[in-house]
């Protein structure tokens, strides 16, 4: 006769109870039921969804600034880097004409990348300061850039290698850079490289967290931002 193991191993899971040997029939019908186990946390303020990352999976959370309804999860990494970010563009919120987003990128990007984050932030309603529009023909390039800056509520910065390499030789992207670090409004956004690769030519830089195309689609990044500079009146929408 096969001899009960909980005296030994325990029965805590249905795992444990399975592997049982006078146990395990009886268990194995019922380990289904299982997966109706659901997370201990509230859903307004914890999620039980998980993400892959490097140390494993993460749980995700929702911030305070997510609309009602809100589908859209953070890891904790996330919600320590963008709360700053939301606190300040609250305080810019009531400034009238001013673009939600500067959008910093490489001049290499403007048809691709920069492109692309530019219309997904737009078809989510963001307003987006973007040198391919914003700049007109014969207009001095570092007046626009330093309208843009002043004219908008959050910088974000798209990191590519395109973007490594205008700022090892010291570009435009440079100087917008330097404006955005210093009104502590900047958001990195690494697509196509690491935070290894920006830290070698920014330090500074590379010190900031931010989103990366690397964990999620250039969509969901958008919807991020977009939540992000969301006005407070849409929030409970």
């Known amino acids: 006769m096969a001899?009960?193991?909980a005296p030994v191993n325990g029965h805590r899971t249905a795992s444990g109870a399975a592997a049982c040997p006078a146990c395990g029939s009886r268990y194995s019908r019922g380990y289904n039921s299982y997966s109706s186990y659901s997370s201990p946390y509230p859903s307004s303020g914890y999620s039980s969804s998980s993400r892959s990352g490097g140390s494993g999976s993460e749980r995700t959370i929702k911030p305070r600034w997510s609309k009602s309804g809100s589908t859209i999860l953070y890891?904790?990494?996330e919600i320590r880097t963008l709360s700053p970010v939301r606190e300040n563009f609250e305080k810019r919120s009531s400034i009238p004409?001013?673009?939600?987003?500067f959008l910093c990128h490489a001049w290499d990007d403007r048809k691709g990348a920069a492109k692309e984050l530019h219309d997904l932030l737009e078809s989510n309603g963001v307003s987006v300061w973007?040198?391919?529009k914003d700049i007109l023909l014969g207009s001095s390039l570092l007046r626009e850039i330093d309208k843009g800056l002043v004219k908008s509520r959050v910088g974000?910065?798209?990191v590519t290698p395109a973007l490594l390499r205008r700022l090892a030789g010291e570009g435009i992207a440079d100087k917008e850079l330097s404006a955005l670090l210093a009104r502590d409004l900047l958001v990195p956004i690494l697509h196509d490289t690491t935070y290894e690769a920006l830290r070698e030519v920014s330090p500074l830089l590379g010190s900031r967290s931010g989103l990366s195309t690397s964990e999620e689609?250039?969509?969901g990044v958008?919807?991020?931002l977009a939540e992000l500079v969301a006005?407070?009146?849409a929030i409970n929408c």
């Open 156 to 158: 974000i910065v798209l």
């Open 75 to 77: 890891t904790p990494a």
């Open 3 to 5: 001899r009960c193991t």
């Open 217 to 219: 689609t250039m969509v």
């Open 222 to 224: 958008a919807a991020k």
């Open 130 to 132: 973007f040198s391919e």
């Open 97 to 101: 004409d001013l673009r939600d987003v």
């Open 231 to 233: 006005p407070e009146s």
